[in-house]
């Protein structure tokens, strides 16, 4: 992963509040862990962009390697790594990922 | 068998009580995922090693063991992950 490549994810998780690495898009995701946490942000009404993974086989790789974390979704709140599918969803069951929102 | 591997390596690297594998890779037959070679496993891992994590370091070091596996027979992975005084009070909840 070089340089160059950190430096424009972290400007991205830090200029996107809400930052969702998917297979797919807000309209079509293409795995059910990403659709999960797509219709989760939805629900919760914010505002939220997401990045397709599928399309960019470099974005895929390197995503691996910056978040130290081998799937997808990966979730992003506030510049923060959550986690994936089954972290964000616990969050959200638990009204902790409500609270990082305020 | 990719399971009994999986299950070998939560049982030895994280010295693991108890260890559960459920492949579900038949839930999703016709995703890509499944298609690209990669199974879908649901994991229950009872370890001492998680104590004081929460979940996002519980799920990291549970990778960290499965990095290989990760790489080409495992598409997706849902954990439960449990210290043995987690796994008493919810066995005891009859959940």
Not at chain 1, 40 to 46: N, R, V
Not at chain 1, 60 to 77: A, D, I
Request: glycine share 8%.
């Amino acid at each position: 992963m070089d340089s160059k490549f950190k430096e424009q994810v972290q400007k991205d998780i830090q200029a996107n509040k809400i930052l969702l690495y998917i297979k797919g898009n807000k309209e079509a995701p293409q795995c059910g862990f990403s659709a999960q946490v797509i219709s989760i942000f939805k629900t919760l009404g914010l505002p939220f962009e997401t990045r397709d993974i599928l399309s960019n086989p470099d974005l895929r790789s390197g995503m691996k390697e910056f978040s130290q974390w081998p799937t997808f979704p990966q979730v992003y709140v506030n510049g923060e790594f959550l986690g994936g599918c089954d972290i964000v969803t616990e969050m959200y069951q638990k009204g902790e990922l409500q609270k990082k929102l305020v | 068998m990719i399971t009994e591997q999986i299950k070998k390596n939560l049982l030895e690297k994280l010295s693991a009580t108890h260890v559960q594998v459920v492949d579900e890779s038949q839930a999703h037959v016709g995703h890509m995922g499944v298609q690209m070679g990669g199974g879908h496993f649901h994991v229950t891992i009872v370890s001492d090693q998680f104590s004081e994590k929460n979940t996002l370091a519980r799920q990291r070091l549970v990778y960290s063991v499965l990095q290989e596996e990760m790489k080409q027979a495992v598409h997706a992975l849902r954990m439960e992950t449990y210290t043995p005084e987690e796994w008493r009070r919810q066995k005891s909840e009859g959940r």
